[in-house]
T-cell receptor
Framework: GAVVSQHPSWVICKSGTSVKIECRSLDFQATTMFWYRQFPKQSLMLMATSNEGSKATYEQGVEKDKFLINHASLTLSTLTVTSAHPEDSSFYICSASDRRVYEQYFGPGTRLTVT | RKEVEQDPGPFNVPEGATVAFNCTYS??????FFWYRQDCRKEPKLLMS???SGNEDGRFTAQLNRASQYISLLIRDSKLSDSATYLCVVPGSSGDKLTFGTGTRLAVRP
C-alpha cells in the first residue's frame, strides 16, 4: 500500500512557459503533501507543505508566486512552475502523508529541463 | 551546526565488506530518525527508522547516540545492490517536516 504517483515523469519546456506537475496518492487519503526539489549531487530541499483545502506553507527562499501549489483534494496536489527558467531545471519530488509527518510516501519524481 | 550533516563519500568497498556511515544532527530534542536509500535518478525509499537506541534489520543496523547527537548506519556483508546514496533524515525543530542530509554515496565493487 501507500503508493504515490507523479505525472509527468519528465518534461522539457522552453524558457518562459509554465509546467504543471501532478502528485496523487493512489490508495490512501493524504492530508498533507510535501514538495521537494533536488539539484544534482545535492539533497532534497523542502519547497512547501500543503494541506488539503488550505494554502501551502512555503519554505524560506521559495517564491510562492513562481511555484503555485494546489491541494484541492485528499488525493491530488499540483505544483505549477510559472515562467520557467533554466535554473528551475531540477528533480521535483512530492511526498504524501496521511498521519504523521514522519511517515511520508514519496512519488517517483519529475525531472524538469528548461531550455 | 547544520541541522543534519553527513560525510558525502563516496565509500568504495568490495563485496562482503562491512561499512558504516555517520550522521550528526543539531536538534537535541529530536526523538525519531530515519535512514533513506536513494538510487540514481529515483525517489528516496525508507530503509530504517530509529526511535530509541537502535534498530536492526538483517544486514543493516542503525544506532543512535543521543549524548553525541549522531546516528550511524552499519551495513554488513555488502552486496552490489547496496550501491546507492544513503540519506540521514531528522524531523525539523518544529516537528512538521523532515530535514534531509546531503547523503553518503556507497559504491560496492565486485
Amino acid at each position: 500500500g501507500a503508493v504515490v504517483s507523479q505525472h509527468p515523469s519528465w518534461v522539457i519546456c522552453k524558457s518562459g512557459t509554465s509546467v504543471k506537475i501532478e502528485c496523487r496518492s493512489l490508495d490512501f487519503q493524504a492530508t498533507t503533501m510535501f514538495w521537494y526539489r533536488q539539484f544534482p549531487k545535492q539533497s532534497l530541499m523542502l519547497m512547501a507543505t500543503s494541506n488539503e483545502g488550505s494554502k501551502a506553507t512555503y519554505e524560506q527562499g521559495v517564491e510562492k508566486d513562481k511555484f503555485l501549489i494546489n491541494h484541492a483534494s485528499l488525493t491530488l496536489s499540483t505544483l505549477t512552475v510559472t515562467s520557467a527558467h533554466p535554473e528551475d531545471s531540477s528533480f521535483y519530488i512530492c511526498s504524501a502523508s496521511d498521519r504523521r509527518v514522519y511517515e511520508q510516501y514519496f512519488g517517483p519524481g519529475t525531472r524538469l529541463t528548461v531550455t | 551546526r547544520k541541522e543534519v550533516e553527513q560525510d558525502p563519500g563516496p565509500f568504495n568497498v568490495p563485496e562482503g565488506a562491512t561499512v558504516a556511515f555517520n550522521c550528526t544532527y543539531s536538534n537535541s530534542a529530536s526523538q525519531s530518525f530515519f535512514w533513506y536509500r536513494q538510487d540514481c535518478r529515483k525517489e528516496p525509499k525508507l530503509l530504517m527508522s530509529v526511535y530509541s537506541s537502535g534498530n536492526e534489520d538483517g544486514r543493516f543496523t542503525a544506532q543512535l547516540n543521543r549524548a553525541s547527537q549522531y546516528i550511524s548506519l552499519l551495513i554488513r556483508d555488502s552486496k552490489l545492490s547496496d550501491s546507492a546514496t544513503y540519506l540521514c533524515v531528522v524531523p525539523g525543530s518544529s516537528g512538521d517536516k523532515l530535514t534531509f542530509g546531503t547523503g553518503t554515496r556507497l559504491a560496492v565493487r565486485p
